[in-house]
């Protein structure tokens, strides 16, 4: 199977342009895109999506960002609590 590298598409009055499927697939293209303009054209990447937690410092917790927030307002709460318990 041979794969497409090129694709006539159709740009609106909004310059908005659909990308094949196959293409979107192929380079992980989601709901967000990074485009940068080269010498030679238009590049387009691939954005990471939040829920991919990609970072530098994944690796450095062992919960995710989520999971340490809830714990947070968790204590919080429970602090807030004992505070009104005095008055």
């Known amino acids: 199977m041979t794969k497409v590298r090129e694709k006539i598409v ?4 909004k310059g908005q342009a659909t ?10 293209l989601k ?4 485009v940068i303009d080269t010498k030679d054209g238009l590049l387009i990447k691939p954005v990471p999506e939040p829920e991919e937690e990609m970072g530098s410092l994944k ?4 919960k995710s960002a989520k999971e340490l927030l809830k714990e947070s307002r968790a204590e919080d709460t429970k602090r807030d609590k004992r505070i009104e318990g005095l008055f």
Do not use: N
């Open 19 to 28: 990308l094949p499927l196959k293409m979107r697939e192929r380079h992980g």
């Open 59 to 62: 690796g450095l917790f062992k």
């Open 10 to 13: 159709s740009i609106t009055k």
């Open 31 to 34: 709901r967000k895109a990074l």
